[in-house]
């Protein structure tokens, strides 16, 4: 049985377990989302990826050999199929977010949490861009030396940064020729409730005092807060998906890597501080594109999910 652990202060990980291992689920699902005649997403580097991590409950998603049916037995949320979608959808946005920023002429762009991402590989950047991918160390150089070794070379000036978020990253970032006198675009995909709440607020206070006028940032804004007796029933769910992957020989406690406590909207906190806001909520990005849409009354409230974009006055 391959297992993962909980989350602790101070804690690491590498693509296989804690929260690392959601960056191999992740783009296991982009490797499925990838495929197919109505794909809305292309990241041939996913599947190799994930193969190269070598947990073989994600290689067998990753390659087909498990498909979603097998895996799902119901069409609940947290089923890998809505996973996938829900994917697709955000994939789809943030890289339509980095193409708009760059026709508008920012050449300086930052992924926070890079994991897996591998925008700096396949995204048609401008001559003249840099893309900076903050993450830890083990990740780092994990991806790096194995696009490199698959013979990928990056399609803009990629300077990775291998710093714990929860450090002085912003020192690290500078380190690597960051300029914060210069617009950048800056994306938190997949991210913020990995994150304590006040963590969460010093992450976007950061970001703002780093960016120049012009800048622009595209994050995920989920819900503030899931009300006491939703709790135990998000928590529920949770471990309903555990169990099913579980089954397939891979345990992953999702209930352990996230926080559900009270927190500030993302992107009304960023409004605060002089962002113009555009909103898509994630049952507006599926439904664009042609995809299921999660029911108003799940109780993890995923459907409340909203993916902003916002530029600096």
Do not use: C
Request: aromatic share 8%.
């Amino acid at each position: 049985m391959e297992r993962t652990g909980g989350r602790y202060e101070g804690d690491t990980w590498d693509l296989a377990s804690s929260v690392g291992a959601t960056a191999t689920m992740v783009a296991a699902a982009r490797a499925i989302a990838s495929t197919g005649d109505d794909a809305l997403i292309f990241d041939p580097y996913a599947e190799p990826l994930v193969r190269a991590v070598g947990v073989d409950f994600f290689t067998r998603l990753a390659s087909g050999e498990l498909t979603l049916e097998e895996l799902d037995t119901d069409n609940e949320t947290m089923g890998m199929a809505r996973m996938t979608d829900n994917m697709a959808v955000r994939t789809k946005f943030f890289d339509e977010f980095f193409v708009e920023a760059a026709k508008a002429g920012i050449r300086q762009a930052v992924i926070l949490a890079s994991g897996l991402d591998t925008r700096a590989y396949r995204l048609a950047w401008p001559a003249g861009t840099t893309v900076f991918e903050i993450d830890q160390p083990e990740v780092i150089e994990f991806k790096s030396a194995t696009l490199a070794e698959f013979g990928v070379e990056p399609t803009a000036e990629l300077r990775t940064v291998a710093v714990d978020l929860r450090y002085d990253w912003p020192a690290a970032l500078k380190a690597q020729g960051f300029d914060p006198n210069r617009p950048t675009a800056w994306s938190a995909e997949g991210l913020l409730g990995y994150l304590p709440p006040e963590a969460q607020d010093r992450l976007l206070d950061t970001i703002s005092e780093l960016s120049a006028p012009g800048s622009r940032v595209a994050l995920e804004s989920g819900p503030t807060s899931i009300a006491p007796e939703d709790h135990e029933k998000v928590l529920e769910r949770m471990q309903e998906a555990s169990e099913r992957w579980r089954s397939h020989g891979f345990e992953l406690d999702f209930g352990e890597l996230v926080y559900l406590g009270d927190r500030n909207e993302a992107g009304a906190y960023m409004e605060d501080r002089g962002w113009n806001l555009a909103r898509r909520s994630v049952n507006d990005l599926l439904a664009a594109n042609g995809r299921p849409t999660l029911p108003d009354d799940d109780v993890a409230h995923f459907g409340e999910l909203q993916y902003v974009s916002a530029i600096l006055n």
